[in-house]
Nanobody
């Protein structure tokens, strides 16, 4: 079992920055593919950014050039650096870890609120 704990959310003005962190329990973090999802009120959850165990990254088009996902395996932590934030980035952001087999090794954090507003 893997437990994920997110931190770093909050209220920020448009154009500002936040860095989200997600720390995992256990010693096999480095084998997991990690992702950041978000869900805004009335909208479906979407995958914002992902990073494989090998370090390959992907981003949804709406955040390319503004968000950066990274991981520190020594700290069991994945980060989401969010720059040039927009009101439409407002959502609950959740961390996801997928191991092997993915049907079983699929874990979620509790989520952290990000609000972009003046």
């Amino acid at each position: 079992q893997v437990q994920l704990v997110e931190s770093g959310g909050g209220l920020v003005q448009p154009g500002g920055s936040l860095r989200l962190s997600c720390t995992a329990s256990g010693s096999i973090f480095r084998f997991y593919d990690m992702g950041w999802y978000r869900q805004a009120p009335g909208k479906q959850r979407e995958l914002v950014a992902s990073i494989t165990s090998g370090g390959r990254t992907k981003y949804v088009d709406s955040v390319k050039g503004r968000f950066t996902i990274s991981r520190d395996n020594a700290k069991n932590t994945v980060y989401l650096q969010m720059n040039s934030l927009k009101p439409e980035d407002t959502a609950v952001y959740s961390c996801n870890a997928v191991g092997f087999p993915p049907e079983i090794a699929d874990y979620w954090g509790q989520g952290t609120q990000v609000t972009v507003s003046s």
